[in-house]
C-alpha cells in the first residue's frame, strides 16, 4: 500500500481515475498499541449508499509514519466522502468529512524531539516531547515527555494544566486551574500551593503548612501550631500555651506563705482572664 502522495503523483502521471463516493463511517480503528495514545486511529471502516462495506481506508497518507502528519479522525455514523484511486479499494482515503471527532497534528525534527497537538471538543493538549530509545530498529518505540499544556473544556469541570518534566520524563513541576482554584506542585510535590476562593495555603513536605484565609491564618510544623483569628493559639507536643498558663496561675493561687500572708490573688485572676482574651484552646 502506497503512500497518498505517491498515489496521486501516479494518478497525475499515467491519467488515472479518482472515484469519489459519499459513505457512513461504521468503525473507528483504534490502535490499541499505539506509542503515543491507544485512542490513536489512522484507519477508518465505511459503509457506501449501496450497502458495500470497505475496510482500512486511510486517514492519512501514510499510516506506518505515525510520528508526523495530520490526522482527522471523524465522527462515527457521520457521512464522508472517500475517494478511490482506479478503482482499487486498497487505495481508498478520506478526502471530505461532515463531522469530526478529534484532530491530531504531529511534528518531528532530526533530533527526534516530538509536538503533538491532540484536540476534541472538549480538550485541546499540546505536548513536548522526545525519543527514549534512540535506535528506531528497537521496539516499542518509546519517549520521554518534556512538557505539556492541556486544556479542558467540559462543563463539569473547565481546567488548564501545564506540566514540566525533567530528562528521564519525570514530573517535576504542575501547575493546574479552574473556575474554584489554583494548585501549584513544585519538585516532585515537595511544594505544594492551592488557592481557593478567599483562602491561600502553602505545604512544604517535611516542613511547614501555612493557611492564610479571611477567617483565620495557621502555620503547622509536624506536632506544633500557632493560629490567629480573633485569638492567638499556640500548641506544641499536645500542650496548649493557656491551659498550661491557666495552670501555672491556679497552682500560685493555691500557695500559702508560711508567714500567714498570702500572695495576691485577685492580680493573678486578673492576668488569666487577660490570658483568655488573647489565647485559645
Not at 480503528?29 to 477508518?44: G, P
Not at 484536540?119 to 527514549?132: A, S
Not at 517535576?172 to 488557592?195: A, D, M, P, W
Amino acid at each position: 500500500m502506497g503512500n497518498i502522495k505517491d498515489l496521486i503523483k501516479n494518478v497525475a502521471d499515467n491519467n488515472k481515475n479518482i472515484e469519489t463516493f459519499a459513505a457512513k463511517v461504521i468503525e473507528i480503528n483504534k490502535e490499541e498499541d499505539s506509542q503515543h495514545n491507544t485512542e490513536d486511529a489512522y484507519t477508518i471502516d465505511v459503509m457506501r449508499a449501496d450497502g458495500a462495506i470497505i475496510k482500512n481506508v486511510r486517514l492519512k497518507a501514510s499510516i506506518q509514519d505515525v510520528e508526523q502528519g495530520i490526522i482527522t479522525i471523524p465522527k462515527k455514523d457521520s457521512w464522508v466522502l472517500a475517494s478511490i484511486i482506479d478503482g482499487v479499494e486498497t487505495r481508498a482515503f478520506i478526502s471530505q468529512y461532515s463531522e469530526i471527532e478529534r484532530s491530531l497534528i504531529r511534528f518531528k525534527n532530526d533530533q527526534n524531539h516530538f509536538l503533538e497537538i491532540d484536540t476534541d471538543v472538549n480538550k485541546l493538549k499540546v505536548l513536548f516531547k522526545t525519543q527514549k530509545n534512540k535506535d528506531n530498529s528497537i521496539l516499542p518505540i518509546t519517549y520521554n515527555n518534556i512538557a505539556k499544556i492541556e486544556f479542558i473544556g467540559n462543563e463539569e469541570e473547565p481546567n488548564i494544566c501545564t506540566i514540566f518534566y525533567d530528562e528521564s520524563g519525570k514530573e517535576i513541576s504542575k501547575n493546574s486551574l479552574n473556575i474554584n482554584e489554583q494548585n501549584i506542585s513544585i519538585n516532585e510535590g515537595k511544594t505544594l500551593f492551592v488557592l481557593k476562593d478567599k483562602e491561600a495555603k502553602i505545604i512544604i513536605k517535611d516542613g511547614y503548612e501555612t493557611i492564610i484565609s479571611d477567617s483565620k491564618t495557621s502555620f503547622k510544623k509536624d506536632d506544633l501550631t500557632f493560629e490567629m483569628d480573633d485569638k492567638f493559639k499556640i500548641s506544641a507536643s499536645k500542650k496548649n500555651l493557656l491551659t498550661e498558663l491557666e495552670s501555672l496561675i491556679t497552682e500560685i493561687s493555691n500557695i500559702v506563705v508560711v508567714q500567714g500572708v498570702g500572695p495576691n490573688v485577685g492580680n493573678l485572676l486578673a492576668i488569666k482572664s487577660n490570658l483568655k482574651n488573647l489565647l485559645k484552646i
